[in-house]
Nanobody
Framework: QVQVVESGGGSVQTGESLILSCVGH????????MAWFRQVAGKEREGVAQIDTTGTKGLADSVKGRFTISQDNAKNSLYLHLGSLKPEDSATYYC?????????????????????WGQGTQVTVSS
């Protein structure tokens, strides 16, 4: 079975940065997509960033210009670079994978796209 495992969360001050990592385990088809979501207790899960089968990257409007998503195919790893952090970025961040995946360019980051989910890593941003 495919597994994804996140790490890198922590507590930081407003304006600081973090890098989250996600390592995939198991067989990943050549046609796969990966994404980052975040969730605050009592609120719906929000899509943050994704990479489709061609490597095209998408970001939520709320994080454009501050966050970047990247991957290292050789290490089967996904990263989220969180810059210029704000208190409203505080959440549990989840890595997700869709295998197979047929996303087109510009597709929305939707929870229903993804089948495999990590356990989450907590990010807390203080004023």
């Amino acid at each position: 079975q495919v597994q994804v495992v996140e790490s890198g969360g922590g507590s930081v001050q407003t304006g600081e940065s973090l890098i989250l990592s996600c390592v995939g385990h198991g067989y990943f088809d050549s046609r796969y997509c990966m994404a980052w979501f975040r969730q605050v207790a009592g609120k719906e899960r929000e899509g943050v960033a994704q990479i489709d089968t061609t490597g095209t990257k998408g970001l939520a409007d709320s994080v454009k210009g501050r966050f970047t998503i990247s991957q290292d195919n050789a290490k089967n790893s996904l990263y989220l670079h969180l810059g210029s952090l704000k208190p409203e970025d505080s959440a549990t961040y989840y890595c997700a994978a869709a295998i197979p995946c047929q996303l087109g360019s510009g597709e929305r980051i939707l929870e229903r796209t993804y089948k495999y989910w990590g356990q989450g890593t907590q990010v807390t941003v203080s004023s």
